[in-house]
């Protein structure tokens, strides 16, 4: 029944997104803070150290945290501005509910969690356990991630959880465990600077990673070669030796016909493969045909790049890996990311000072969410939800039957097509905003509105929890403790700043409540986050994500501990696979041949231009905060679209005219951006904004067969120049999804 | 070791704007930027150009001003003006070879970047070279940057006839010893001068990388 309540532009004008364009009291009340709070940023993967401001219990500024390793006091500029959320007048300070035709009234915290947990008994009741599904994120912390997953399984025994990761690290952590034994960087970033080689694959690291950026330019002052695979050329891609603008999912091209030159000039450490991996001979017999004239055919790029490429990769004595959602967010994502890691296996470098590979982390808790058992086939510790032995070991921490620990359900997109078709009738959200996020909106729309009972945990009202029934005031990172694992693997601590507002609530405490009314109190007993946190250490015991030996105390000491740390007096694991050993059982790494198969929607007659998806440094994800804080929305309004003058000059475009982008699915009116730094069969359109400039409009809902991620990085769509929009959303501000 | 300085890497910016979005939360300009992002040329390229106060050792903005608002303190920082003295003329805004002080209006005072002297006057590094991801603006001795860092920091600049040495180095290549900028052809009301070759820009388009043999990159 969960059609929206009210018309947009009305829950825009109460809700927001309203851009807060000043600290809290304005710039001139802010005067000297009482305390600063070393922390970290809310937002990605790298998880920079930040000192939050407090002036009367009220967050007011940052200051520069430069004694943190990872980033020295190095920020984007969304971490610069991330303290404006705190007191911004969008929070939500009550329970809500909705009101068909009126939007939300306001509701008693008792009430609105009386109604969530009655909701899920009867859906349960009616449809089967596995009618009712949790969905949740990965900037949730460790510790929410661990309880979330623990709610699913021990309170509401559904088997159906999963994460807002499955758009992100799925198929990098796929890859890895496949060929590694492992799902996590296999280096910290002070191995970057060593390296003589470097090969940045589908990762815009200006925008998506910046503060990697420092750990690149160093690298290249030491004398390092870059190489960047992007269809455009992105700000790293300017000064760096080597810019392959590779086609949309032409990845595989490059790597196998550099494999392939590899061979031929001698530059393989066939020791190395015979004493430390399995499945060579297969790799070197499928690279055969992938010359770089075939390589070059396939990803849409003259052979003498990739040759070039590999001259610089092949002798190169030490060398890192960096790859993103570039070549992970396809239908072959985890294929992709399998033919990357073969040229490092190949070179036998890794497990070495300066030698390694990093798939680059996106969400700010990416690593860790992913190992705490939040995920549709996992349990804690990165454990197998279908593994006899592992599911012994987690019933024994929860203290439940093993047999009532559901087995494998749906990933985040089979999930809302269940929704869709009617198998799935109830839904509770947190850290999670598909309705700008996922590929296809409309057909999430529709399967949002065809839910019978919908709770949204957030602290402002996403374009998603437009649609709940109920929503439950939760709490931002800087109001509640807890850890997060950073893109290195390096799990750190993020203080609490000051307390929720009066009417929020920390996540936890909703979750715990959440579990008693549903009958499961005393396994949710917990007085705080460091007691969730002392469990997740019991359940991960043992576990491939082992955080056992990992305390709060050691993690404010050493300034982060990186997993696995199996016991109190271990000093965590910065390198993985030192001495060429590898995470599978026999030792070896796992070598994965690879052939390239073409993307679910190629460009044909009718859609004839290749779109692919990604950020912008102002916004984080799906905007939900971003494009709240009014700094950041100005540096970068509205969506985009970037296309070659070639294209624009077919279609008499120019820059700042209105196109219509147009797929099978859906269409944006955005405006063109007309730039030589993209490929000319290529436009590109960042996905940070909603309804009808969200370009997940667009996007296909065609999922990698491993991993479950979307293909957001190609589908096909048509352009043509429109007239500025008009509409009522059209008016909306930019934030909220209008132009300006 | 010498003292801490500010270095400026435009090999190294990637336009993320950390920098203006820092500057803007200073409680001495609250709200605005003193520094100044450029975007070169967006629709041939991503390059952009940061640009703090040069910090000129005999400053220009200061030379020109008629109301004599402009200081400098003993260790060679330029001042933004003084409020009871500036007269708004915008003569410094004009003189300034690198575009660095704003008139702003709504306070009627020029403001400039001051080296974040409420923070380097008691050690601290300017917020902007803190923060910098790419680390395009540094704050280190020259020692460092001789020791971490490809190029040259340069500091002498010509602009036709005027020789202008700052505070602040900029890195260029090993070979460049000063930066000369002919401002004949700029300033010259005759014919306009033809464009300039446009080689540079090109290399920066990828129908161009897609179609050749490779001429990009250093």
Same mark, same amino acid.
């Not at chain 1, 937002?43 to 790298?46: A, D, H, L, S, T």
């Not at chain 1, 510790?381 to 593994?387: H, I, S, T």
């Given at each position: 029944m969960a059609k929206l309540p009210a018309p947009v532009p009305a829950l825009v004008e109460r809700f927001g997104p309203h851009a807060q364009r000043t600290p809290p009291g304005g710039w001139s009340a802010r005067g000297a803070p009482d305390r600063l709070v070393k922390t970290h940023c809310c =937002?990605?993967?790298?998880q920079c150290g930040i000192e939050l401001a407090v002036k009367d219990e009220r967050v007011v500024g940052f200051e520069p945290?430069? @004694? =943190? #390793? =990872? +980033?020295?006091?190095k920020l984007c500029p969304k971490g610069v501005k991330r303290y404006m959320q705190d007191q911004h007048p969008d929070r939500l300070l009550s329970p809500l509910e909705r009101v068909e035709g009126q939007g939300f009234r306001e509701l008693g915290w008792d009430a609105a969690l009386a109604r969530t947990a009655g909701e899920i008994q009867r859906i349960q009741g009616k449809y089967g356990r596995d009618a009712f599904a949790v969905l949740t994120g990965a900037s949730l912390t460790n510790e929410k991630a661990y309880l979330m997953g623990k709610f699913a399984r021990v309170a509401v025994r559904t088997a159906n959880i999963d994460y807002n990761g499955r758009l992100c690290m799925v198929s990098a952590g796929a890859a890895s465990k496949k060929v590694f034994g492992v799902d996590r960087a296999a280096n910290p970033w002070s191995d970057i600077p060593k390296a003589e080689a470097i090969l940045v694959a589908g990762a815009n690291v200006a925008e998506c990673a910046p503060i990697t950026t420092d750990y690149l330019w160093q690298a290249r002052e030491n004398g390092a070669k870059l190489i960047v695979l992007d269809p455009r050329l992105t700000p790293i891609a300017r000064t760096v030796d080597l810019f392959i603008p590779v086609r949309p999912g032409g990845d595989i091209g490059v790597f196998n016909a550099m494999l392939h030159v590899m061979i031929e000039r001698g530059w393989i450490d066939r020791r190395f493969l015979a004493e430390h991996t399995t499945g060579w001979e297969e790799v070197e017999r499928t690279v055969r045909r992938y010359t770089p004239e075939e390589g070059g055919r396939i990803a849409g790029v003259p052979p003498s790049l990739i040759v070039k490429a590999a001259e610089i990769w092949g002798p190169a004595r030490t060398s890192f890996l960096l790859h993103a959602r570039g070549i992970e967010h396809h239908s072959k994502g985890v294929e992709n990311c399998l033919a990357a890691l073969n040229l490092v296996l190949a070179t036998g470098r890794i497990g070495r000072e300066g030698c390694g590979y990093a798939m680059i982390t996106g969400q700010g808790n990416g690593q860790g969410a992913r190992e705490q058992g939040q995920k549709c086939d996992q349990l804690p510790?990165?454990? @197998?939800?279908?593994?006899p032995e592992h599911r012994r070991h987690v019933a024994g921490v929860w203290g439940v039957p093993e047999e009532s620990i559901p087995h494998k359900g749906l990933s985040a997109v089979p999930l809302l097509e269940a929704i869709h078709d009617g198998r799935i009738k109830g839904l509770l959200l947190i850290?999670? +905003? #598909?309705?700008?996020?996922? #590929? @296809?909106q409309r057909f999430i729309g529709e399967a949002l509105e065809k839910l019978e009972h919908f709770t949204a945990i957030d602290f402002f009202l996403s374009e998603t929890a437009r649609y709940a029934d109920v929503v439950l005031p939760g709490s931002l990172m800087e109001e509640d403790e807890g850890t997060t694992t950073n893109v290195e693997g390096r799990v750190i601590h993020h203080q609490r700043a000051v307390r929720p507002p009066a009417g929020a609530r920390e996540d936890w405490r909703i979750i715990c409540d959440l579990a008693a009314r549903l009958g499961a109190g005393d396994k949710f007993a917990y007085d705080s986050p460091r007691a969730i946190f002392e469990e997740l250490r019991a359940a991960s015991r043992g576990g491939v994500a082992d955080y056992s030996g990992i305390t709060w105390e050691k993690i404010d000491r050493l300034k982060g501990v990186f997993w696995p740390c199996p016991a109190p007096d271990h000093p965590g694991t910065p390198r993985l696979y030192e001495g060429g050993r590898f995470g599978h059982p026999d030792g070896r790494a796992h070598l994965q041949p690879v052939e390239w198969r073409p993307a679910a929607e190629e460009p044909d007659e009718e859609y004839p231009i290749v779109l692919t998806t990604g950020r912008v440094v102002s916004q984080y994800l799906s905007g939900t905060q971003t494009r709240r804080i009014g700094g950041l929305v100005d540096q970068y309004p509205q969506p985009q679209c970037e296309l070659h003058p070639r294209l624009a000059a077919k279609l008499g475009v120019a820059s700042g005219d209105y196109v219509k982008v147009e797929s099978r699915r859906g269409a944006v009116v955005v405006r063109a951006l007309v730039?030589?730094?993209?490929?000319?069969d290529t436009v590109f359109v960042p996905y940070h904004w909603p309804l009808t400039r969200a370009a997940n409009n667009l996007t296909v809902r065609a999922i990698d067969p491993v991993s479950n991620i979307p293909e957001f990085k190609i589908c096909a769509v048509r352009l043509a120049k429109a007239a500025p929009p008009a509409d009522e959303l059209s008016r909306l501000a930019p934030e909220a999804g209008g132009v300006r | 070791m010498s003292e801490l300085a500010f270095f400026i890497d435009h090999s190294r910016c990637i336009g993320c704007r950390s920098c203006v979005q820092a500057c803007e939360e200073c409680d001495t300009h609250k709200?605005?930027?003193?520094i100044h992002l450029e975007t070169v040329e967006r629709a041939d390229s991503v390059q952009t150009a940061p640009q703090v106060c040069m910090h000129c050792v005999e400053p220009i903005c200061a030379r020109v001003c008629p109301a004599d608002a402009i200081k400098q303190t003993p260790d060679g920082v330029t001042q933004s003006s003084l409020k009871p003295r500036c007269i708004g003329c915008s003569n410094c805004v004009l003189a300034c070879p690198f575009g660095v002080p704003k008139y702003q209006a709504a306070i009627d005072q020029m403001m400039k970047c001051d080296y974040c002297y409420d923070r380097t006057s008691v050690g601290k590094r300017p917020m902007c070279a803190t923060v910098c991801p790419s680390q395009a603006l540094a704050f280190t001795t020259i020692e460092e940057i001789g020791r971490t860092r490809r190029g040259r920091p340069i500091r002498r600049w010509v602009f036709g006839d005027e020789v202008v040495e700052t505070k602040v180095y900029v890195m260029v290549p090993e070979a460049v010893e000063e930066v000369r900028l002919d401002l004949v052809a700029l300033s010259s009301k005759a014919e306009p001068a033809p464009a300039p070759p446009r080689a540079p820009h090109e290399r920066f388009d990828v129908a161009a990388l897609l179609e050749e043999e490779p001429v990009h990159g250093r």
């Open positions: =937002f990605c993967g790298q945290w430069e @004694d =943190f #390793p =990872f +980033n020295q006091g510790g990165a454990r @197998d939800v279908e593994n850290c999670f +905003n #598909p309705m700008v996020s996922l #590929p @296809d730039t030589t730094t993209i490929r000319p | 709200g605005v930027s003193m």
